[in-house]
């Protein structure tokens, strides 16, 4: 059974640090992983999606790594700014689409 | 991306009714849907995986009967709160793809309030 883990569950930070989230699986057998972010109360924004040919995707102050044989993907936010709080989620794709832990991200001025 | 809409975004209903939540895929066809559940402060649960036409394949714990799963075409399914209780309550969302290996697109949720 896959299961996906993310590491920290929070972060709080002053603004304009550089930030790593990292995601884990147990499964490496995977067709893609996708990061999202989640505002209070609201739905899904996809930020990321990284084939499992792939090694990294970037968009924008966003790079997310992939590294299918130890089972792992990180996600890095250059110079932070408060409009990156929320919740930061990986999801893995296998035959179904599963959802990591979750990393709850505040960035203050 | 591909747009997926989901209605409604908010019901309220009374203990012992049934609630239907629609999930469309407005340009593309999805032969395969997810829908999940997500209590507050929680990550998204995998309910079930609809492929259309076929039956739903639920996950463990997720009563069937209690969750109805309808994916009858190729841009449409719904999930039915059958007797919803208060500990119905819950923010669910559905998420569409085309195959296998396309990336998912994903509703904007539904936060059903069962009082």
């Known amino acids: 059974k896959q299961e996906v883990t993310q590491i920290p569950a929070a972060l709080s930070v002053p603004e304009g640090e550089n930030l790593v989230l990292n995601c884990s699986f147990t499964?490496?057998?995977?067709?893609?992983l996708q990061w999202f972010r989640q505002d209070p109360g609201k739905g899904l924004t996809s930020l990321l999606l990284?084939?499992?040919?792939?090694r990294e995707q970037t968009s924008g102050r966003l790079n997310a790594s992939l590294d299918k044989s130890s089972g792992r993907s990180t996600l890095y936010i250059a110079a932070s700014q408060p409009g990156d709080s929320a919740t930061y989620l990986c999801a893995v794709d296998t035959d179904k689409l599963i959802f990591g832990t979750g990393t709850r991200l505040q960035v203050f001025p | 991306g591909a747009v997926v809409s989901q209605h409604p975004s908010r019901v309220i209903c009374k203990s012992g009714t049934s609630v239907k939540i629609e999930c469309r895929s407005l340009?593309?066809?999805?032969?395969?849907m997810f829908w999940y559940r997500q209590f507050p402060k929680q990550s998204l649960m995998l309910m079930a995986t609809s492929n259309e036409g076929s039956k739903a394949t639920y996950e463990q714990g997720v009563e069937k009967d209690k969750f109805l799963i309808n994916h009858a075409s190729l841009t449409l399914s719904t999930l039915t709160v059958t007797s919803a209780h208060p500990e119905d309550s819950s923010f669910y969302i559905c998420?569409?793809?085309?195959?296998?290996?396309?990336?998912?697109?994903f509703g904007q949720g539904t936060r059903l309030t069962v009082v």
């Open positions: 340009d593309f066809q999805a032969t395969t």
């Open positions: 990284i084939q499992s040919s792939q």
């Open positions: 998420s569409a793809r085309q195959n296998l290996n396309t990336e998912a697109f």
């Open positions: 499964d490496s057998a995977i067709y893609n």
